[in-house]
């Protein structure tokens, strides 16, 4: 309804100054050189339509958390106006450091073959000045471990097969991290699917969502991943799949940000991207599944909202499937921003305004001294490991975690 | 201020473009000057036209010697008030229910004019301006471009102060001092006092626009006016960035100019009783007219926000020698009262467009210099820049850095605001403090004004009020108008010298003078804006009915500015 009434790009023009927006940017809280979202956005669009140089470089301190698009009353685009402006108008090209931090997939891809390596020198203190001097790479910044054995070669050898004895099927997005960082958050999701009467199918061809490339100003490199993508999110549609993911951001980035930011098409595909919570809940809710519980499991775990789920709208599903693990208590922080936002907090510039944001969130997290922190985001795992020294997982590696595996088979008769 | 018992050479009434620029011309030759305005610069018809730089091919076919004129002065706008000047370039499109055959008479009669017109193909034109009808068959491009009055306004009035002219806003004129068949002063009435006084002159230049009319009779002349209203709409932002034009005979709405953040379309024309002309407004049919002739221009007008709707009045003037009002033309008058009516030292400069004022300007200084016997140095108002326009001192410092400083650096460059302010007072920006972050903040968001920029205007640009300050500076000129800065400004100014209460009934009358315009295109955002606006001054602020009464009560006092623009509409 909002995009039929929509009369300027991103709705800029809906904007009617109520400033909520700046109220809610964390970037606004803790940096005065960024002028906030009513400003760089809508604001300064009015300044850039007129005259290009009217762009300030201040909008690269917009992490894309997107909360000021959610806290808008009249439905303005904020931070895609803002990435969009970037793009269209920020001067030269995106440097090496942020062409690095973009290509997750190259990146990952050339550092798991030398994983044990590449994760040795990452954590030597030289290295990482070295790469704070020569990239701008922060020297603080703890980097996510590489895993020698990415989890497509796993699917391949050792769930591909078993997956065809399914019924029903669901075709996995599992994204730059659970692929080169992470593999065991995709080997939970494929358990409990499994578990519940569910194959899961990976894509022909996945690129990275693009949503750190898009945020690094590198659009035609983000578009023909996109494009790639979108062509295969439409083939598995076509056979009847939804397409599930483990990150809210990469579903956020497929949704949202290809219309909106690339300009491209997904309306025939959009409605069946969603995340692995939501379709699992529905599932549940529905009554076509159930889920048993290990009658002895205990944890304490602290559910913190990544900032894309919320733009998302679909924090509810995480929350509550972790509601229905009997021994779990769990406690839901408040909706505060970690800091991060990708490759953002990686940035020597943002380092110490990525770690002002999230403050808010650390305290809060020690406040509740939880066992585990649950979050659907991994950078935000990312950042509350390194910021807080707890471990955080998310839901679905719990809920696999708590799952009585026998016990769910055979409720639902697999 | 007015120098007490002074004698000046000149006495300018109205502070229009052809008053400010009159009293400029007349400073730079050297004579004393004293310019009087009954409310502020720029209130009346100088303030409510559509900004155009008109290249004149407008009136090519129509009218070959205003088409001269404009671009002549188009040209020298650009030389002496670049800052003023947006060089946009314009297209005169041709739609398929126009006939292309007028495409030829309209280049030929351009040529003629001297008029560089230049028949581009359709596709050339919409790829120049995307925003342009799709269906177009044929588009000219002229060296059209947008001009901001107030700036231009201001820059001369600065101009004037700053080679001795006295000015006086808030005074009218409410009869002139005659002594047998000569004028020699003004009797003037101080409208937020009531206080009389009387200034001396040698020579009265009635530059008053259509109230000109008005001024004349007070010195017992006839000068025959045609109040022509013209309405035209303000939209939120920028669609176009050349100036569209309709390639036929002039019509209603069949201008779109792109002005600073927002384009106008514009206008409509109909005659008005001249006792009406201090209460216009603009009427739905109007509103209705401009919208679905403007969306022929430009078919994403139709939903594009509106901010406001304002009418101004043209003043046309009969010639001297047809005073039965037949022969009405968009030229230059000047006339000398004393060959056509025997009165001495009287002239009345009317007539003409905003963009001859200079030469209005220099026609009536010319017949000032020889009606005084003053020895004429000449006029120089052509070639020499106004104040903000002169060639940048140091070359624009824009930091550009590159790779690796660019990503080092934190602040890179000048601030939007910096930008904006340079854009609105040209090298006179240097003047705007810039020191700390305090007179870095934002007063004005939408149109990036700065306390200091808000600062500036207050100490060297004849600013008393909030209405002053807008025309000043764009302050409450954008998307929210007024709803984010109008209390801010107000505070600002009580902080320099006004008392809290009279700042505080200046709000409230800058917010209802705000909403006038807005009042005929009340839909969509533009009244959900006007809701906030009310919820934040009426429900959280308190300016409430009570408030009002008060307000109005100060306003019979005669405490109160009697602006007219209060009952009517004007520019952004």
Known sequence: ?414 | MLTKGKEYDVIIIGGGATGAGTARDCALRGLSVLLVERYDFTAGATGRNHGLLHSGARYAVTDRESATECIKENMILRRVARHCVEETGGLFITLPEDDLGYQKLFVESCEAAGIRAEVIDPELARRLEPSVNPTLTGAVKVPDGAIDPFRLTTANVVDATMHGADVLTYHEVTGLIRNGDRIQGVCLTDVRTGARSEARGRLVINAGGIWGAGIAAKAGVTVNMFPAKGSLLIFGHRINNLVINRCRKPANADILVPGDTICLIGTTSDRVPYDQIDHMTVTPEEVDILMSEGAKLAPSLAHTRILRAYAGVRPLVTSDDDPSGRSISRGIVCLDHATRDGLEGFITITGGKLMTYRLMAEWATDLAMRKLGESDPGCVTADKPLPGSEPAEVKKEKKRLKGWNRRKSHVIELSTEQLAAEGRHGTMSRKIDTRDAASEALVCECEQVSVGEVNYAIDELHVHNLLNLRRRTRLGMGTCQGQLCACRGAGLLAKAGACADAALADLGWFINERWKGMSPVAWGETIKEVQLMSWLYEGVGGLTEGRRQKMDAMADKGEQDAEPAAKTEEKE
């Open chain 1, 1 to 414: 309804m909002i995009d039929q009434l929509n009369i300027s790009e991103n709705n800029f023009e809906q904007c009617i100054k109520c400033t909520v927006c700046t109220v809610y940017c964390p970037v606004t809280a803790v940096n005065p050189l960024y002028p906030g979202p009513k400003q760089a956005g809508p604001d300064g669009e009015r300044y850039r339509l007129k005259h290009r140089d009217f762009y300030n470089e201040a909008l690269k301190y917009c992490l894309n958390c997107k909360r000021c698009e959610v806290a808008c009353p009249s439905g303005v685009r904020i931070s895609d106006i803002i990435l969009s402006a970037r793009n269209r108008y920020s001067r030269g090209s995106a440097g090496l450091r942020d062409r690095m931090l973009a290509h997750t997939d190259m990146m990952g891809g050339l550092a798991t073959r030398l994983s044990p390596t590449v994760n040795g020198l990452l954590r030597l203190k030289p290295v990482k000045l070295a790469m704070d001097l020569t990239l701008g790479i922060d020297r603080r910044r703890t980097f996510p471990a590489y895993t020698p054995r990415k989890f497509t070669t796993w699917y391949r050898r050792h769930a591909a097969e078993r997956q065809e004895r399914f019924a029903n099927q669901v075709t996995y997005f599992h994204g730059c991290y659970v692929n080169y960082n992470f593999p065991r958050l995709g080997k939970d999701l494929v358990k409990v699917m499994n578990a519940i009467g569910w194959g899961v199918q990976l894509m022909k061809d996945e690129k990275c969502c693009g949503v750190a490339r898009i945020a690094n100003r590198l659009i035609k490199q983000a578009t023909d991943a996109a494009k790639v993508n979108l062509r295969e999110i439409g083939a598995q549609v076509e056979a009847g799949r939804d397409v599930i993911a483990t990150s809210s951001t990469c579903v956020m980035t497929m949704r949202d940000e290809y219309p909106h930011v690339l300009g491209l098409d997904n309306a025939g595909v959009r409605d069946h991207i969603m995340t692995a919570t939501r379709f699992l809940y529905n599932l549940v809710e529905s009554g076509r599944v159930k889920l048993a519980f290990k009658p002895d499991y205990r944890l304490h775990a602290a559910y913190h909202t990544p900032c894309h789920l919320v733009r998302l709208g679909w924090g509810i599903y995480s929350t509550e499937l972790l509601k229905m693990i009997p021994g779990l208590q769990l406690t839901i922080l408040d909706y505060n921003c970690c800091g991060i936002a990708g490759t953002y907090g990686f940035k020597k510039e943002n380092y110490a305004y990525s770690q002002a944001i999230g403050k808010q969130l650390f305290d809060s997290i020690a406040e509740a001294a939880p066992d585990i922190v649950a979050t659907d985001c991994e950078t935000c795992k990312w950042q509350i490991e390194m910021s807080t020294g707890l471990k955080v997982a998310n839901p679905i590696s719990i809920i696999a975690d708590a799952l009585d595996v026998e016990a769910t088979r055979q409720l639902n008769n697999v």
